[in-house]
């Protein structure tokens, strides 16, 4: 059987490559021959965001440097590159507080600054192997200081309350709302239930086609960032959510999809594949009513996933595994705090005298 996924990831990359020209166009010639490099070692997503990351940087060398001014971002040369130093690069850092672009006012903290500088860096560094920079001067400045956050997620008490506010949530509703959720009910809740389940990814959920479902197996086949395909496992409540919306409302909607959407998954009202945005919407949507106290999205949900799995059983490789990571490092920074909530249950066990 055809692997109708791979069509909706092959049209994401192509229309993230389409974007990755448009934007090369706008920049320095030299800069195709690093995209063209780094191609074999990145996904579409991530060429596209760097060279956006790149746009940043050329605007503010044109806007800043007084030698440069004068010049269209094209014709800014690796000799002009060879001329900055380390003040220009924390300079730099300071502009990405704060600048004005085409889309409006821009404001970065610390993550996403030392994520622009990461590009800068490689993207230096290329051309400073190649022996075409005297030396890669983003490498002369210190990266932000990122301070640790608490991973937000659901308790299993929340939920609990999540999945059953969404059970009953029409009876808090008239008219055209109470009619347009019981429209979307099963479908939304097979959505949440199915992050929970899992811990995929809110990308992963939108690309999934039915073809990708095996109840036999309790199983979805699914494409990991970076195009790799995986095989996630699901329990008996995901079976039956997926099997309420599939053998339910899904059937419907998929004899009135629109040409070459029938395949997907998840529909949206408009007869067609359901995006990222509205998933991420309708998640947003549910958490303010049930649980206000958290702002909880998609990404939060499948946080909620893998904090479960390591309470249940202490092995980050496993998490790591489940969730995709290709690096075990990253599943340790975010779950390494919760061993201290492990240190403390096994001290409370053990009992030196019975009272």
Not at 103 to 132: P, V
Not at 282 to 288: D, G, M, Q, S
Not at 292 to 308: A, D, M, V, Y
């Amino acid at each position: 059987m055809a692997n109708r996924n791979h069509t909706y990831h092959e049209k994401k990359q192509t229309e993230y490559t389409l974007l990755l020209r448009k934007v090369l166009d706008e920049l320095p010639p030299y800069t195709k021959d690093y995209f063209r490099a780094f191609e074999q070692k990145s996904s579409a997503k991530t060429r596209i965001s760097y060279a956006y990351d790149l746009q940043v940087f050329f605007h503010f060398l044109q806007e800043t440097n007084p030698a440069l001014s004068k010049k269209e971002i094209r014709e800014i040369t690796l000799e002009d590159l060879n001329c900055l130093n380390n003040v220009d690069i924390e300079e730099y850092q300071e502009y990405l507080k704060y600048y004005e672009s085409d889309t409006g006012e821009q404001k970065n903290g610390a993550s996403s600054i030392a994520r622009k500088m990461s590009s800068l860096r490689s993207f230096l560094d290329y051309f400073y192997k190649k022996e075409l920079l005297v030396k890669n001067v983003g490498m002369q400045v210190d990266m932000p200081k990122i301070h640790d956050k608490a991973i937000i997620h659901l308790e299993p008490d929340e939920v609990a309350i999540f999945l059953d506010g969404m059970d009953n949530y029409e009876k808090q509703l008239t008219g055209k709302k109470k009619d347009f959720f019981l429209k979307t009910k099963v479908r939304d809740i097979a959505i949440v239930t199915l992050f929970l389940g899992t811990g995929i990814r809110v990308s992963e959920c939108v690309g999934l086609d039915i073809n990708d479902v095996n109840f036999r197996e309790d199983s979805i086949r699914i494409v990991r960032k970076g195009g790799n395909e995986a095989m996630v496992y699901f329990g008996e409540e995901v079976e039956k959510a997926l099997l309420d919306y599939i053998e339910g409302p899904r059937e419907q909607m998929a004899s009135q999809a629109l040409a070459g959407e029938e395949n997907a998954l998840f529909f949206s009202l408009q007869k067609k594949r359901i995006s990222v945005h509205a998933v991420e919407n309708l998640v947003e949507k549910y958490a303010r009513e049930f649980i206000p106290q958290k702002k909880i999205t998609p990404h939060k949900l499948r946080s909620t996933f893998g904090t479960s799995l390591y309470q249940e059983t202490g092995d980050i490789y496993l998490v790591a595994d489940v969730l995709g990571h290709s690096d075990v490092g990253t599943t340790r920074k975010h779950y390494a705090a919760m061993k201290d909530q492990n240190r403390r249950r096994a001290a409370r066990t053990i009992k030196l005298r019975e009272n």
